[in-house]
């Protein structure tokens, strides 16, 4: 009986197409197998959080789920986002111009990340493929500690992080954090921090159901339509989705 070898080189070439099929995951933050690992091809993302093993004291809801492949269009919309608080600071009105500035500021403070939103708990996404995404190379699973505050922001006169209370209406947290003169005065938007966003109205005439914001989540007060819809009529609903690709911090 004879037995034959495969050619060196078809053998490299094999090793090179189970390579690039592999995914090399990163598991950051509050998790017991944190780390870098090399999963098999088709592995999923809930294989990868449980994988992970999250701690008893992991802020589940802020888990981050981070693609560099979702970097360049959340980059072309930053992007987009600066060019327009760019045009309103060259607004001849000195509040509007301080306004854009706060604006690019924060931009200029946070990058493209990455991150996806998580539909569930692992167990729950592994019956749903359509939530359940198949890991690529240099994808990040992160798991921050619970933060106790949240963040009002935007057409505001100073961004305000203020305690969380867990029943409390996101239109109450105006309340503490003055909503500045040129602020939409019809909505607002939550930024979950599981990285949904809800447009909630604010008006008498447009009054959503009360809506809590969890821990570690935003309240992103918009510009007011008439200083914006000419530059960008979708800037508003773009800021608060780019507010969701930024990971939870405690």
Known sequence: ?????????????????????????HIEGAADAAGAYELTAGARLADGMLLARPRVDAYLLGASFERPQAVQAQTRLRAGLQYGAEQLAESADAQVAALAHTLLTWLDTHQATGRAPIAGAARLIQVQPANNPVLAPGDTLRFPL??????????????????????RDARDYLRDCRPSVFADRDNIYVIQPDGH??????????????????????VFVPVRASLIKRIDPLFNSDFAAFIATQPVSP
Do not use: K, Y
């Open 146 to 167: 619970q933060p106790r505050t949240i963040t009002v922001m935007g057409a505001v006169e100073q961004t305000c992080r203020l305690p969380h209370s867990p029943q």
């Open 197 to 218: 966003v809800q447009q909630l109205g604010i008006a008498f005439w447009n009054r959503a159901d009360l809506q809590a914001v969890a821990a570690g989540g935003t």
């Open 1 to 25: 009986m004879t037995f034959r070898t495969l050619n060196p080189a078809i053998l490299a070439a094999l090793f090179a197409a189970s390579a690039a099929q592999a995914a090399q995951v």
